[in-house]
Every structure is written in structure tokens, then in C-alpha cells.
């Protein structure tokens, strides 16, 4: 529908900025942290553009401060941080490193003098190397009692000042990357493992979540969901029902399990028919009921349309740009289920990722009539090209147009009646994405770090920063 007039945002609104541990901190190996997943998987030859790494990555271990200044000028509600697990417990388990706690009180404490609320990512990727080597990480039933504990120990040493949570990352994209596609690691290509696999990361979000109640009570905890939203290329019925199994085999396994502790049946079927589904206890499905979130996290960047895909078509093996060469990327698809299509109604990045902010209003409404949840956007943004000008400015308008569309969405979809708590901008300073190096920008604030040669690590503040401060000010007001 048409909105005549709009509703304003909650006054409360936690208008914010988003980043990873192992994408910004850097300090790989210092202050008794060990090696994580990733900082294995990035010295394995090609797998990162131009071999990039997170070993420096922005320096915000070293510069937190400086980065907290900046929050600060800029009027920032809320940042969402993740916790290195290695550098809480360097081996995954067994003894807390203090030197590891010490750097998030000192950033908490700093974030909390600026009156910027922290939410907490509890894990962002970066699985201690060690847990890998021992049982496989995810792979073996021993990671739930060892990620409660590792959450248990963040809940006891940070509880009493962070009360936003967000327990796993983007399940759906690591399990994804990790176990079908191999773009990330461990860099394994096993369907059954994969289902597997994320039965395992179910329940661990479940039995933090459930710890969380006993040792923060008055907090919120939810997991953050990269959900992008199915739409069928054409009104055939063969694709638009490619678009419904789209949705429940990219969106409603992970989030119907979340919510209700259930796996949808259409999905389930289909694995248990192909011999693939995962194995499961009947206590289990106790504890998925038992961890129920508070909010849902989405990240949003993009719809996907899909069509029919015949039982001999496409896989999961297309080409993915990672390199920033618009129209690289290519269609994949599970044969006999769906296959990705071109948009050609949409704009697409040079990265070939769709720009639609009327899916993140559609996204908001079909998560909020199936779950009944309140929402947090967890991560948007725009992964673009960015130009230091003679004069030392960024004029990033594109992301100010991206952002400023995609915030009208979401006041269009409070209009409608969604429950928003915030909105986080992915991310805040420029970062390291994980495949696609430091070329491909998604911050506010500019950092001079590059794929090649020395740098000096110095921030710039783009335009796009001066113009969501003043968003902020206006409480969404000037969009
Ligand atoms: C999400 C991740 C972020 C971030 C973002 C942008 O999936 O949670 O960590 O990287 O995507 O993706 P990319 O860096 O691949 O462009």
C-alpha cells in the first residue's frame, strides 16, 4: 500500500553502526589470542581477493578510542561489536584469558561514557582453530556445551553493562559457505554435514540463550539472520513455487527454528527423503523450544529471484564475484528446487548485489507476520568503490542514497505496523570483507588501508558520515 503520511521512528530507536571482530581489530596474535578458523583459511592460497587478511585488518584493537571519538561526533545510538572467542579463550575452552576481557571492558566502558549502547555479538565467524583441530567445531555435539560456556563467561563479564546480545551471525551463511560451497572455512562441500552442522549451531544459539535468562535477565538476546527475501521471476506457478522452497530452504530452517523450536516440514521431507537430513535427539528439540529469542536480528542487502530449476540444472557452484567486476557473478540453484535469476528490475552493485529497499519492507512484514517478533536491522549497507578526492573527502552519495532509501523502507514498514528496535549501518569505519579484500567499502568513515603496500591506517570521515549524523540528530526525521 501507499502510505499518505508516514509514522515517525520510536523515539527509543537505536540508530547505530555494525563490525566483526576479525574484519576490524587485527592484532591477530597478540595479548595471548591464538589462531581462529579464519586466520588459518586466509593463508591458503587463493582464497581471499588478493590474498587479504584480517592480520592488521583496520588496527581498532589498537585505535578503539579513536573509533569511539568518532561514534561519539557522530551521534551514534548504538555499535555492534562481535567478541574474538580466541581471544577469550585462545585454545576455544579451559582458562579465561584476562588480557582478552580487558579489551572489551575498556571498550564497553568507553562506548558507555559516550551514552552508545552496545550490542554484543557473541560469535561473528571466527571459531577457535583449536576446537577445529580437536572435534571438527561444528561438526561435533561438543561445541554447544563449549559455546555456552564461552557465552556464559561473556554473559558473566559483561552483563551488568551490555544489554543487547546477539548470539550467532549469520548461521545460514557460514554453514553455507563453510560446508556446501567452500568459500569459507573449513572449506568443506558435504550436503549432509552441512544440515548437520547447523542442527549443531541450533542448538548452541538455543542453549546460550537459554543460559542468558539465568545470568542476564533484564537483557535482550536474538541471533542475526541474513535474510533475503524470495521473489519469483515470473506469476508461472512452476517459479513462483521455486520462490516458496526458496524461502523455506534459504530463510524459514533457520528462522522457524529459532522462533518456535521447529523445523519446517516441506524442507525436512525433502532431506529425509534424499537421505540427507540431520541427525537428531529427542532432547534436542526440548532445547530448541527452550531458547527462544527476544528480537530477530536481519541483515539485510538484498532480494533473490528465483525460477524453476529442472532435477538436472544448476548448482551451488556459480561463480561469485568477488573481485568487483560488475556481471561476473553467476545463477546457482538446488536441481528440482530453485535457481537464481537476474533482477532486471533492479540496480546492481559492482559486486553484482541486488539494491532493492523495498525488499527490506517486504523482508520486514513476512518476518513479522510469521514470527511476531520485534526486529533489528543488524546490518544494511553498501559495498562500493570509494575515491579519496584532492581536497581529502569522500563524496560517497550512492551509499547516502542507499542508506536513505532503505530507511524509508523500514519507517514504511513501522507505518504498516513492524515492531523496529534499531538500525545498524554495515559497517561503521571501512573494513575487511572477508572475500572481497579492503576494495570494497562499506564504511562511513574512510580507512586508508589497502590489498597492496604499506598504509597509514588514517580515518576520514565521508560524506555519508555527516549525513547520517545528522539523520540521527533529527531521530530520522531529515531523511
Ligand atoms: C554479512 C556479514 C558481514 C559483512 C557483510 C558484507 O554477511 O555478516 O560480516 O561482511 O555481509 O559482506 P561482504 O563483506 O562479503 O561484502
Redesign the pocket.
Known amino acids: 500500500m501507499i502510505h499518505e503520511n508516514l509514522k515517525s521512528f520510536p523515539n527509543d530507536f537505536l540508530w547505530g553502526a555494525a563490525s566483526?571482530a576479525y574484519?576490524v581489530e587485527g592484532a591477530w596474535n597478540v595479548d595471548g589470542k591464538e589462531k581462529s578458523i579464519w586466520d588459518t583459511f586466509v593463508r591458503v592460497p587463493g582464497k581471499t581477493f588478493k590474498g587479504t587478511n584480517g592480520d592488521v585488518a583496520v588496527d581498532h584493537y589498537h585505535r578503539y578510542k579513536e573509533d569511539v571519538q568518532l561514534m561519539a561526533e557522530m551521534g551514534m545510538k548504538t555499535y555492534r561489536f562481535s567478541v574474538a572467542w580466541t581471544r577469550i579463550f585462545p585454545h576455544g575452552k579451559g582458562e579465561v584469558n584476562q588480557e582478552g576481557i580487558d579489551f572489551y571492558n575498556h571498550l564497553i566502558d568507553e562506548l558507555r561514557k559516550h551514552y552508545i549502547e552496545p550490542i554484543l555479538t557473541i560469535y561473528?565467524w571466527d571459531l577457535p582453530q583449536a576446537l577445529q583441530d580437536a572435534y571438527g567445531g561444528w561438526e561435533s555435539k561438543q561445541i554447544v556445551e563449549d559455546f555456552q560456556n564461552y557465552s556464559i563467561s561473556l554473559f558473566k563479564a559483561f552483563g551488568d553493562r551490555v544489554k543487547y546480545w546477539v548470539s550467532l551471525?549469520?548461521q545460514n551463511?557460514f554453514t553455507r559457505l563453510g560446508y556446501q560451497t567452500a568459500m569459507h572455512p573449513p572449506g568443506e562441500k558435504d550436503d549432509k554435514l552441512y544440515y548437520q552442522v547447523n542442527h549443531h549451531a541450533s542448538l548452541a544459539n538455543a542453549a546460550a540463550i537459554k543460559a542468558f535468562r539465568k545470568y542476564v535477565p533484564d537483557g535482550k538476546i536474538g541471533p542475526?539472520f541474513?535474510y533475503s527475501p524470495a521473489y519469483a521471476k515470473t506469476s508461472k506457478p512452476e517459479d513462483v513455487l521455486a520462490a516458496d522452497n526458496a524461502e523455506e530452504f534459504t530463510s524459514h530452517w533457520w528462522m522457524d527454528v529459532y522462533a518456535w523450536g521447529e523445523y519446517p516440514q516441506v524442507a525436512w521431507n525433502y532431506l529425509t527423503r534424499n537421505g540427507i537430513a540431520p541427525r537428531i535427539e529427542k532432547e534436542d528439540l526440548e532445547l530448541l523450544k527452550a531458547g527462544k529469542p527476544d528480537f530477530m536480528g536481519i541483515?539485510y542487502?538484498q532480494t533473490t529471484t528465483y525460477e524453476k530449476n529442472p532435477l538436472n540444472g544448476v548448482t551451488l557452484d556459480g561463480h561469485f564475484n568477488t573481485t568487483g567486476e560488475k556481471g561476473t557473478m553467476e545463477d546457482t540453484g538446488l536441481p528440482g528446487v530453485y535457481k537464481t535469476v537476474t533482477n532486471d528490475n533492479l540496480e546492481r552493485t559492482n559486486?553484482d548485489w541486488n539494491i532493492d529497499p523495498q525488499g527490506l519492507r517486504i523482508g520486514i512484514r513476512r518476518v513479522t507476520n510469521r514470527y511476531q517478533l520485534p526486529i533489528l536491522i543488524s546490518?544494511n549497507g553498501l559495498?562500493e568503490y570509494d575515491k579519496v578526492e584532492d581536497d581529502d573527502s569522500i563524496q560517497d552519495d550512492y551509499r547516502i542514497e542507499y542508506i536513505r532509501t532503505h530507511l524509508k523502507a523500514i519507517q514504511e514498514a513501522i507505518t504498516d505496523g513492524a515492531e523496529m528496535i534499531g538500525y545498524c549501518v554495515?559497517s561503521f569505519t571501512d573494513l575487511l570483507?572477508?572475500?572481497?579484500g579492503y576494495q570494497?567499502r562499506?564504511g562511513l568513515v574512510y580507512v586508508n588501508q589497502h590489498e597492496e603496500g604499506e598504509h597509514d591506517l588514517r580515518r576520514i570521515r565521508k560524506k555519508s558520515f555527516y549525513w547520517y549524523k545528522d539523520v540521527i540528530a533529527s531521530n530520522g526525521e531529515n531523511l
Open positions: 566483526a574484519q561473528h551471525n549469520e551463511i542475526s541474513a541483515n542487502y559486486w546490518e559495498g554495515w570483507s572477508w572475500l572481497n570494497k562499506y
